[in-house]
Nanobody, 121 residues
Framework: QVQLVESGGGLVQAGGSLRLSCVASVRIAGFDDMGWHRQAPGKQRELVAAISSEGTINYVDSVKGRFTISRDNAKRTLYLEMNNLKPEDTAVYYC???????????????WGQGTQVTVSS
């Protein structure tokens, strides 16, 4: 059974930093894509940052230059370094692992339970 466990969230003042970690129960090299998503109260979940097994990285515009995603396959861990945090970054952050397939029916998504990030002004 695949499990993803996030940690590192908390309360921080605007301008501060946090580092989120996501430890997987399986080899993360088996995921084609991994990412961090967030969901603020009353809003839809959005993709914040993603990294592929080939090393391609993408960020949502609002976090470019402030957040850095990385993965350590040996430690089965995905990271999100968040700097210069803003109140609008407040959300529950979720780790995601995705496996691709030629037939979309066989693609799979795995999610962690989420970790709360709260940024005070």
């Amino acid at each position: 059974q695949v499990q993803l466990v996030e940690s590192g969230g908390g309360l921080v003042q605007a301008g501060g930093s946090l580092r989120l970690s996501c430890v997987a129960s399986v080899r993360i090299a088996g995921f084609d894509d991994m990412g961090w998503h967030r969901q603020a109260p009353g809003k839809q979940r959005e993709l914040v940052a993603a990294i592929s097994s080939e090393g391609t990285i993408n960020y949502v515009d609002s976090v470019k230059g402030r957040f850095t995603i990385s993965r350590d396959n040996a430690k089965r861990t995905l990271y999100l370094e968040m700097n210069n945090l803003k109140p609008e970054d407040t959300a529950v952050y979720y780790c995601n692992g995705h496996t691709r397939a030629l037939n979309p029916e066989y693609e799979r998504d795995y999610w962690g339970q989420g970790t709360q990030v709260t940024v005070s002004s």
